[in-house]
C-alpha cells in the first residue's frame, strides 16, 4: 500500500510527511513518558518537565501546521500509516491471509 502525497505540491506533501513523523515520535515519547510515570521512575520535577516539553512540542506542531497549510497533508500521511499498520497486524493475527494474498 502508498502512502498517498498529492505530486501537485510535493512541498507540502513532503512537510507533511514529516509533521507526521514527527508526530509518531512524539506520540511514541508520550507513552514512554506514561509508562515511566507508572513504574515510579521519575520525580515530580522530572514529570513536571517532561510534561511541559510535551506540551510544547504539540503546540509547536500544531502552529507549522498552521503556518503552512499541511493539517489535511499530515492527517492523510497518518491514516495512511494508520491502515498499513492494521494490515499488518492483522496479517500477525491471522497468517493465512499472507498465504492467501501470494
Same mark, same amino acid.
Given at each position: 500500500?502508498?502512502? @498517498?502525497?498529492?505530486?501537485?505540491? %510535493?512541498?507540502?506533501? +513532503? #512537510?507533511? =510527511?514529516?509533521? $507526521?513523523?514527527?508526530? /509518531?515520535?512524539?506520540?511514541?515519547?508520550?507513552?514512554?513518558?506514561?509508562?515511566?510515570?507508572?513504574?515510579?521512575?521519575?520525580? @515530580?520535577?522530572?514529570?513536571?518537565? %517532561?510534561?511541559?516539553? +510535551? #506540551?510544547? =512540542?504539540?503546540? $509547536?506542531?500544531?502552529? /507549522?501546521?498552521?503556518?503552512?497549510?499541511?493539517?489535511?497533508?499530515?492527517?492523510?500521511?497518518?491514516?495512511?500509516?494508520?491502515?498499513?499498520?492494521?494490515?499488518?497486524?492483522?496479517?500477525?493475527?491471522?497468517?493465512?491471509?499472507?498465504?492467501?494474498?501470494?
Amino acid at each position: 500500500m502508498a502512502l @498517498e502525497i498529492s505530486e501537485d505540491n %510535493l512541498k507540502q506533501g +513532503l #512537510l507533511g =510527511l514529516v509533521i $507526521a513523523l514527527v508526530e /509518531i515520535i512524539k506520540d511514541a515519547l508520550k507513552l514512554q513518558a506514561l509508562s515511566r510515570m507508572e513504574d515510579g521512575s521519575l520525580n @515530580e520535577t522530572e514529570i513536571e518537565r %517532561l510534561g511541559r516539553a +510535551l #506540551l510544547d =512540542l504539540d503546540r $509547536a506542531i500544531e502552529d /507549522i501546521k498552521c503556518e503552512h497549510g499541511v493539517s489535511e497533508s499530515v492527517k492523510s500521511v497518518r491514516d495512511g500509516l494508520d491502515r498499513i499498520v492494521d494490515e499488518v497486524v492483522d496479517r500477525i493475527l491471522d497468517p493465512r491471509r499472507w498465504e492467501e494474498e501470494q
